[in-house]
């Protein structure tokens, strides 16, 4: 078990017919008749501003898809956890409680993926090109730091394989967002 995330583009909601029930046989047929991918979004409700201009319910994406393994759960934990701390200096539950203390994502740079759940749900199009943004124009400062903790110039310290590891899946993340920046989803499940 795991995590695994597929990020997708240009999607537009499609409405299921009111005589097929979701997870049917017959749900299935009419998925397999559609012109392209059906994806069943959903808000999560611990997480409203993540999935801010979603649909709520079936799309069809006509653009990009990218997908990945972020890892196990426990593995992912750790990678958002050093992605925490070589973009603020801060562990992920520090952020957790900023966020929880009233502070806006728009303040904490990757704040919607780091204060988000680690198992399932859907980060929208306007949290995602935020994301996107945030990979893209921190990506040297985080990139930089992570060196010093590779080179032990700090006391927190990465070994070889971590440091590959998160570059690796920094670059994952930051595609996956790219193209969820253009009226898409980065759907974790």
């Known amino acids: 078990m795991g995590l695994d995330i597929s990020a997708i583009s240009q999607m537009r909601p499609v409405e299921i017919p009111e005589d097929i029930k979701l997870w049917s046989d017959e749900y ?12 069943n979004l959903y808000q999560h409700t611990h997480f409203p501003e993540q999935g801010e201009g979603l649909p709520n319910g079936p799309v069809i994406s006509d653009g990009g898809y990218h997908n990945f393994r972020a890892g196990s ?11 925490a701390r070589v973009a603020l200096n801060l ?5 957790w409680h900023r966020v929880d203390s009233g502070e ?26 935020k994301l996107y943004n945030d990979f893209v124009n921190l990506e040297e400062d985080v990139m930089t730091q ?21 570059k690796h899946k920094y670059n994952d993340w930051k595609e996956a967002f790219r193209i969820a920046s253009d009226n898409g989803a980065v759907i974790f499940h």
């Open 146 to 166: 992570l060196d010093r903790y590779y080179l032990k110039f700090e006391d927190f310290e990465v070994d070889g394989e971590t440091y590959h590891w998160f």
């Open 73 to 83: 759960y426990s593995g992912y934990g750790e990678w958002r956890n050093l992605l």
């Open 91 to 95: 562990t992920d539950e520090e952020v």
């Open 28 to 39: 299935y047929e009419w998925e397999n008749e559609q012109d392209g991918d059906v994806w």
């Open 104 to 129: 806006s994502y728009a303040s904490i740079p990757f704040g919607e993926l780091i204060n988000f759940s680690d198992a399932d749900g859907v980060i929208g199009p306007v949290a995602s090109e």
